[in-house]
């Protein structure tokens, strides 16, 4: 069973850094996209980045130059590198993968993580 679990979440001072990980577990034979979300209180969810196959990336307006979205095939892992940190991307966020696996192609999300930018 496909299973996407996230990590690295956690209160950070405004201007600071975190890196989340997203790793993929389970009969995994290919991972086509994956992507980063997050949820603040009392909004809509919004895609933050996507990696796809051949790293092609995309940022939303709002986290350009500040984010990178990277993922080690290998390792079925994706990351999320967050610098110059705002107290508005205070959220819930959460991975998403596009794979195939012995149970065939599928779209698999992550529990969230929390992270709060606050001085």
């Known amino acids: 069973q496909v299973q996407l679990v996230e990590s690295g979440g956690g209160l950070v001072q405004p201007g600071g850094s975190l890196r989340l990980s997203c790793a993929a577990s389970?009969?995994?034979?290919?991972?086509?996209?994956m992507g980063w979300y997050r949820q603040a209180p009392g909004k809509q969810r919004e895609l933050v980045a996507t990696i796809t196959t051949g790293d092609t990336t995309n940022y939303a307006d709002s986290v350009k130059g500040r984010f990178t979205i990277s993922r080690d095939n290998a390792k079925s892992t994706g990351y999320l590198q967050m610098d110059n940190l705002k107290p508005e991307d205070t959220a819930v966020y959460s991975c998403n993968a596009l794979l195939s696996s012995s149970d065939g192609v599928g779209n698999y999300w992550g529990q969230g993580t929390q992270v709060t930018v606050s001085s």
């Open positions: 389970g009969r995994i034979i290919s991972i086509y996209a």
